[in-house]
């Protein structure tokens, strides 16, 4: 019964932001540390960020560092990704991941253990 859900995507302008957030079901995403992937057309999966179990460490792809926040909330089975100042480049189907091994993070595909159906994000005027 472990399942991701992503959701928030949409369309917005150059410059915009959006909230996405990422949902688990049937289990509880305390013992688990999240990565954000993304993944443009004709492109490979990449990592985006990640937290730790605790969210006391916190990373970031250098093409998204001081634009997007990650951030979760325990309480209510939740993982978020703040996004600001998006650019086209931003354009990609956007996942959330998790894996068991909480206390660290990375931008593994490989280190992560169960994936969410990934939710659309396109920036374009």
């Known amino acids: 019964q472990l399942q991701l859900v992503e959701s928030g995507g949409g369309l917005v302008q150059p410059g915009g932001s959006l909230r996405l957030s990422c949902a688990a079901s049937g289990f509880t995403l305390d013992y688990y540390a999240i990565g954000w992937f993304r993944q443009a057309p004709g492109k490979e999966r990449e990592g985006v960020s990640c937290?730790?179990?605790?969210?006391?460490?916190?990373n970031y792809a250098d093409s998204v560092k001081g634009r997007f926040t990650i951030s979760r909330d325990n309480a209510n089975n939740a993982v978020y990704l703040q996004m600001n100042s998006l650019k086209p480049e931003d354009t990609a189907v956007y996942f959330c991941a998790a894996k068991t091994t909480y206390y660290y993070c990375s931008g593994y595909r490989s280190d992560y253990e169960y994936w969410g159906q990934g939710t659309q994000v396109t920036v374009s005027s």
């Open positions: 937290i730790t179990s605790s969210g006391g460490s916190r």
